[in-house]
């Protein structure tokens, strides 16, 4: 089986620009969820989708958006972007929501604001 | 306030050592998971387990949820085993540990 995809692999964007990021899970895994990682704040939960609902939250402001399409691809958006959103993005997949299945985590996407 | 606590930060070892990274959490949990990421970012998933003890190869996993407490045993260490451990528990959200970073000197 294919592992989970990310694209792109690399972004540079301004402050102020919204970005989008790609998800495509492994096949059959219905529950997709997203990360945000930074040097100063180490890894952090953005949210699960799960049935193309999000199903959990973390602590992040409006912002940080997302959604996931009837063949459980997901994206996740970033409007306004902020210098301190330069991250590496990290998503993963797994057969069912709620976090008591293995997490299958894709290369991720860096993101660089300036 | 941080929801999950490891120990040590950093840690290096002589091939062969046995190893261990501790991690303690003080939210009610219904999973406890260990990843590895190597240097580039890419994360593994370890074990997940709930109770007791999981065995992989070289690596054991334990937890004691009365302590709220969980360690990663990693025997006969290898340079291969050169990564960042991560702890993260589970309840509505991921909280995670900020890692150890693990080198094993050949």
């Known amino acids: 089986k294919a592992g989970v995809t990310q694209t792109p692999r690399y972004l540079i964007k301004t402050r102020g620009q919204q970005v989008t990021l790609s998800c495509s899970p492994i096949s059959g895994h219905r529950s997709v969820s997203w990360y945000q990682q930074t040097p100063g704040q180490g890894l952090q939960f953005l949210f699960e989708?799960?049935?193309?609902?999000?199903?959990n939250k973390g602590n992040f402001p409006g912002r940080f958006s997302g959604r996931q399409f009837s063949n459980s691809r997901s994206e996740m958006n970033v409007s306004t972007l902020e210098l301190g959103d330069s991250a590496l993005y990290l998503c993963a997949s797994s057969p069912n929501s709620g976090f008591l299945y293995e997490q299958y985590f894709g290369p991720g996407t860096r993101l660089t604001v300036t | 306030k941080n929801e999950v606590e490891q120990s040590p930060q950093n840690l290096t070892a002589q091939e062969g050592e046995f190893i261990t990274i501790n991690c303690s959490y003080s939210?009610?949990?219904?999973?406890l998971h260990w990843l590895q990421q190597h240097p580039g970012g890419g994360i593994v998933s370890l074990f997940m387990l709930s109770s007791g003890k999981k065995k992989h190869g070289r690596l054991i996993a334990t937890i004691n949820i009365q302590e709220k407490h969980s360690s990663l045993h990693i025997t006969a260490s290898h340079p291969r085993d050169s990564a960042v451990y991560i702890c993260?528990?589970?309840?509505?959200?991921?909280?995670f540990g900020t890692g150890t970073s693990l080198t094993v000197i050949p």
């Open positions: 939210v009610g949990i219904s999973a």
């Open positions: 989708y799960f049935s193309e609902t999000q199903r």
């Open positions: 993260a528990v589970t309840g509505n959200q991921f909280y």
